[in-house]
Structures are given as structure tokens and as C-alpha cells.
């Protein structure tokens, strides 16, 4: 850039603010909102939608966990208890009636939640098209930065979860057999490699609840004056990771037979 | 002290702009950052070079003309600090600094580190005042504000709007600017007639401008330079959910 100076006819007395950038202003892309974006359209409705559905999956793992724990109360004790499931609020329902509309509310609050987080990931990647050469993280623990691809981690597991599990397609019983039999050979010792990425997935629930469940609070407004909503979110994580991993390590190691 | 500097060189819009890197002799420690690129610009200028454009007016730490990203944070490392006030004696001699200017699509580079923050006043523009008749200043008793609320509508209300906010989240969001400008007029009583439209005009302007949206990861107040704590976002939502 040699000979700019003189090419531009500025004389050499520079004082402070010269080096500034010029005044004129580049014309605004957007100067106003051409439409009214719809509630569900806006970044903060699309975030009201992750809380809700986000609650919504958090009570299903805990009635899921009290569920599971029922396996140290005998394998009768735990089949009993998925067959009234099947059967709640018989014979004024059908047959599974209950638990049907559990598991479509679940699809449905999984695929919502799924929708706005890609949606809300591809806004921030056009919020932002240059990338730093050096970005220095500078929040508090690192949950918050994994969310994205735990979420993808933990969706890979649910499917894997499903098939051993509620199909029992790659569970060695097979889909004709007891719930406790499914559960107590799918853990069995020599199938150590089930527990293990059980017990990895198990903990990125719990990593993804920490950020999550203080999350849900802040985006519907209800963490202004409640300070001990943090150690409450890892709290909650802790225990559903506990109760959670409990049942497949004790079939693991023998305890539950 | 000597430094090697790394500094994002753009000569327009939409020229392509690069890092390019500088020696830096005889640095004083007790220089500010803003100084040390001043000491950088004359000896650029006296070389018949470009010098490096970035914003600055007060020098003070008070106004929210200054900023860079600096080692990859928003206005360096020392927290609660402007780049203006961040002194040369929290470098180590002989190191290499990074400097590059906001990253986010809503504030497009003008030259080198300089960037427009127009989005943000026309956020302001949007619902960020109150409609009441301006006159000489009320009696401080004829409006009882509790004491809570008046520290907390403070806290808010020293947002500078330098835009470290949008620089450092990893969504490019501007939540916490709009998000200060809206609990510090939520929580007085002079506030309260445009409270709702006035979140829900803020927020809508916010998301056409193009930012990203808030995933509550804390990068914002972490390095806020007025400590802006992340409470006044809750409030925003709160406020934008009720609107809604």
C-alpha cells in the first residue's frame, strides 16, 4: 500500500481518531421486519419450543428411572409393572391406550425439539459466515458447548435403546420374551460392550440435562430470582444418571439374576 | 516489551481481508491496547503504509466505541475491561497477540477492525425508549421505586452497546444488548405502558437483523465489560412470552 497516502492527497499530519474508518456508512441490509414473523418463526419462540418439549422428555426419564429401579424388586415385581402399562385404565380404554398416547407425545416432542435445534443451529451459522482464527471459550463449564452433537449422540442411542430394548431385535431373548428377561440378558456380562455404551450415553443425557434443565427455566423467563437453579439442574442430572445406570450395572456384575 | 501483533487487514466491505502480522518494538507496559496500536499506526504512516482502522472515542471505558476480539476474546482476557483500559502489562514481553474484528453477519466490516453496529441502534429504534413528555427532571420521591429494582434496572442500564456481547457468542446473538436494554426499562415504572410491545418490537428487530438465537451458554456476560448478568435475559424472555 505504498504511495496511498499521496494517491489520496492526505498530507502527512495524522492526529488521534485519523486512523478511524471513513464516515459514510454502508446502506443497511434490513432496516425493519418486512413481515410479522409468526411466535413459532422468532429465535425465542423456537427456544420456548426446546424448554416445553425439553420438560416434557425430563418427567418421561423420570418415571422411566422409577420404572427401571423396580427391577431390584424381582423380575416378577418389574414385568407386572410394563404390563400395567399396557393395561392402564383398562377395560374403559383399549389395550395400550395410555401408554400409545405417551409414546406419540414423545415422537412428537422429540422431533419439535429436534426441529427447532436445527433450526436455531443453521440461524447461528449464518449469524455468523467468518469464522475467528482464534476463539477463546470463556463461560463456565463445557456442557454448554457439547449440546449440539450430545444431542446427536444420545438420538443414536435411543434408537439403539429401542431396538435392544422395546424390539428386542439385537437382544439375545428376542421381542416374544418377559421385559425383566430382555433387561437381564441384555446387560449379561459377556455382552460388557452394551453396558459400556449404555453407561457413556447415560452420562451424556445427564451432561446435556445440566445445561438443559437450568436452560429451560432461563428461556421461559422463570430464572430472574431463583438462584439455586443451577445445582438444581445437575442435581436432577445426577439422580436420573444414578437411577439410570443402577439396573444394567447390577446385571453386570451379577447382582440381579 | 516487544510484541509480534497478527491483525485482520481489510480494506473495504467487500474487499477480502487477511491476517497480517507486525513487529511492535518497544512497547511501555503501562500503555493502553488502543496505544500500543497507536504506536503501531505511526510507524505504519511513516512508512507510507495503511494504518490499522479501528473504532475508539472516549478512551475511557465508557463510552462502547472500542472493541476487538483479541487472543480469540472479546475485548481480551481481563474481564470487565474495555480494550481501551486493557493495559499493556497484562501481555508477557515478547508474545504474539491475535487481533480480529466482531464476527457476526449483522455487523459487516467497514475497514480492518472496524465494524457497523447500525443492527444495534435499529434495535433501539424498534422499542428500546419510553413515550413519556420530556421536561425538566421529576422530584427523585414523586416516583417510588423499590431500591431492587432500581439496582437491577441499573445493572442493566450500564450496557455501553459495544457489541463484545455478539462478538464472543458462539450463535452470534445479540440477546444480551437487547436483552439489557429491555429489563433496564421493564423494571421502572416508566416502562411500564410499552413493556410488552417494546420486547416483543426489540426481539423481532433483533431476529431481522440477523442475529443468531440465545442457547444460554454464558460466553456473553462472561465478557461483558459492564458485567451485564445474564438474569436480563430471562426477564427479555419473560417479557417477550407474555407479549406473545
Not at chain 1, 80 to 109: D, M, N, W
Not at chain 2, 189 to 199: F, I, K
Request: hydrophobic share 45%; charged share 20%; aromatic share 8%.
Amino acid at each position: 500500500m505504498a504511495g496511498y497516502l499521496a494517491s489520496e492527497g492526505v498530507t502527512a499530519t495524522i492526529e488521534r481518531g485519523a486512523a478511524t474508518a471513513p464516515v459514510s456508512k454502508p446502506a443497511s441490509k434490513k432496516p425493519t421486519p418486512g413481515k410479522r414473523g409468526g411466535f413459532l418463526r422468532s429465535s425465542n419462540g423456537k427456544k420456548v419450543i426446546m424448554a416445553v418439549t425439553g420438560a416434557v422428555m425430563v418427567l418421561f426419564l423420570v418415571l422411566h428411572m422409577l420404572g427401571n429401579l423396580k427391577i431390584f424388586l424381582g423380575r416378577d415385581s418389574f414385568n407386572e409393572y410394563a404390563e400395567a402399562l399396557r393395561t392402564l385404565l383398562e377395560p374403559i380404554a383399549p389395550y395400550r391406550t395410555v401408554l400409545t398416547i405417551l409414546e406419540v407425545g414423545l415422537v412428537v416432542s422429540v422431533v419439535l425439539h429436534m426441529w427447532a435445534a436445527i433450526s436455531l443451529a443453521r440461524r447461528a451459522r449464518h449469524a455468523r459466515p467468518v469464522k475467528y482464527v482464534a476463539k477463546k471459550s470463556q463461560a463456565q463449564g463445557y456442557t454448554t458447548h457439547i449440546m449440539r452433537w450430545g444431542g446427536v449422540t444420545i438420538l443414536l442411542f435411543v434408537i439403539w435403546h429401542l431396538l435392544d430394548l422395546t424390539f428386542g431385535v439385537v437382544n439375545p431373548k428376542g421381542y416374544d420374551s418377559a421385559p425383566a428377561d430382555r433387561m437381564i440378558a441384555g446387560f449379561d456380562l459377556s455382552r460388557w460392550w452394551v453396558t459400556l455404551f449404555y453407561i457413556v450415553a447415560v452420562a451424556m443425557v445427564g451432561l446435556h440435562l445440566r445445561h438443559g434443565i437450568w436452560s429451560m427455566f432461563q428461556t421461559l423467563g422463570w430464572a430472574t430470582r431463583v438462584k439455586a437453579l443451577r445445582p438444581l439442574a445437575a442435581l436432577v442430572s445426577a439422580v436420573l444418571v444414578i437411577g439410570f445406570l443402577a439396573p444394567p450395572l447390577a446385571v453386570t456384575f451379577g447382582v440381579i439374576k | 516489551m516487544n510484541l509480534t501483533l497478527r491483525v485482520w487487514r481489510q480494506s473495504g466491505p467487500s474487499a477480502p481481508g487477511k491476517m497480517v502480522t507486525y513487529r511492535v518494538e518497544e512497547v511501555s507496559p503501562d500503555m493502553s491496547f488502543l496505544e500500543m496500536l497507536d504506536v503501531l499506526n505511526e510507524r505504519l504512516i511513516l512508512s507510507g503504509d495503511d494504518p490499522v482502522a479501528f473504532d475508539h472515542d472516549c478512551r475511557e471505558g465508557i463510552c462502547g466505541m472500542c472493541g476487538m476480539v483479541i487472543n480469540g476474546v472479546a475485548h481480551g482476557e481481563q474481564r470487565a475491561t474495555t480494550t481501551c483500559q486493557l493495559h499493556m502489562r497484562h501481555f508477557e514481553d515478547g508474545a504474539t497477540i491475535t487481533i480480529e474484528p466482531w464476527r457476526a453477519a449483522p455487523f459487516p466490516v467497514v475497514k480492518d477492525l472496524v465494524v457497523d453496529r447500525s443492527a444495534f441502534d435499529r434495535i433501539i429504534q424498534a422499542g428500546g425508549f419510553v413515550s413519556v413528555p420530556a421536561g425538566s427532571a421529576p422530584d427523585a420521591h414523586s416516583i417510588p421505586v423499590r431500591k431492587e429494582d432500581a439496582d437491577d434496572a441499573f445493572d442493566a442500564a450500564t450496557c455501553i452497546g459495544c457489541g463484545a456481547c455478539v462478538a464472543a457468542c458462539p450463535n452470534g446473538s445479540a440477546s444480551l444488548f437487547t436483552a439489557a436494554k429491555i429489563t433496564h426499562l421493564s423494571l421502572l415504572p416508566q416502562g411500564q405502558p410499552e413493556r410488552l410491545t417494546r420486547a416483543k418490537a426489540m426481539v423481532d428487530q433483533m431476529d431481522a437483523e440477523g442475529f443468531g438465537g440465545c442457547t444460554n451458554t454464558g460466553e456473553c456476560t462472561a465478557v461483558c465489560p459492564k458485567g451485564i448478568p445474564l438474569d436480563t435475559i430471562a426477564q427479555m424472555n419473560s417479557d417477550y412470552l407474555k407479549a406473545n
